[in-house]
């Protein structure tokens, strides 16, 4: 068979590639000639995918629930994914970093919108029995989550508002401002205050590892390069209303996603239900009490005083 010039030419470039690294492209070749061919299974590993899911009691909705978790914390990986390639770059770039934060935005919207699958998408009856046994895990516990937020903004919007004055001179350590981290509250005993199992769980395993990123994240977070690409001059009209997306999509959109969530399940008359893990949910889940804003400087006064207000009503209203 008679090989054609397009291929002689490839044959030729991979050659001057592996003879560049010292390698042999004829021990390549042998190795692609025995080789299987790909299929669509084994590359995304499908069989252990789909081998995932082990539900802890036989209520069928319960997988539901599982599955549902693990496809948000492969989003979140998404979201890891473009957010670190931002404070990777040696030069702040106005287009690169639009870009990654629109793709951000775009794995938000498509997990706000999936939401529906948890607010109606399982049987009452069966999530308030299954979740007993899930005791204290809780969605809480998600790691990546705090990670999108600590690449996100400065660390000190994530301290609970009503510490957050003590630190603004910036003379306090990442870990100093840890200890008043806005999540703490909720993951709290609705009755006496004190830590959940669940928060415990969640800082043995990850506390450590959270201030070592934020002291990493200082100066290369999204803000702080927003902010850099501002020295430069650069016409950060579409950059910022990307940036406000985010912070809606994230800090009012997701959790009201949740609330809705919680209401429509451990809602109740005349006492509520505590969340799985005991987690607060009631004063944890509004944004309009825990006022956390990615980006405050893009925000008028009174955006920031009616923060998630308008969401939050609506869904109390239909309980």
Known sequence: MEISEDILSRIQLLQEKYASMGQDLTSYLDGLLHADFLTYWDYIHLDTLLSLQSPRTRFPDEEIFIMYHQITELYFKLCLHELKQIGAQKTPDLKFTTNRIQRVNRYFQNLTHSFEVMVDGMDRDQFLKFRMSLLPASGFQSAQYRMIEIFATDFIH?????????????????????????????????????????????????????????????NTNVFSIYRKLQVSGSDLGELTNALRSLDVLVNVNWPLSHYKSAVRYLQRDPEDIK?????????????????????????????????GKGWVEEVISVK
């Not at 003379?171 to 401002?177: F, L, V």
């Not at 969340?275 to 009174?302: C, D, H, M, V």
């Open 158 to 218: 994530l301290v609970d508002k009503d510490h957050r004055d003590k630190f603004q001179d910036g003379t306090s350590s990442i870990a100093e401002q840890f200890k008043y981290i806005y999540w703490q509250a909720g993951a709290t005993e609705l009755a006496s205050g004190k830590k959940t199992l669940t928060l415990d769980q969640f800082e043995e395993k990850y506390s450590r590892d959270l201030i070592h990123l934020a002291e990493q994240n200082v």
């Open 275 to 307: 969340a799985t893990g005991g987690t607060n949910w009631q004063k944890y889940l509004p944004p309009r009490f825990q006022k956390r804003i990615f980006y405050p400087e893009l925000w008028s006064e009174q955006e920031i005083s009616d923060w």
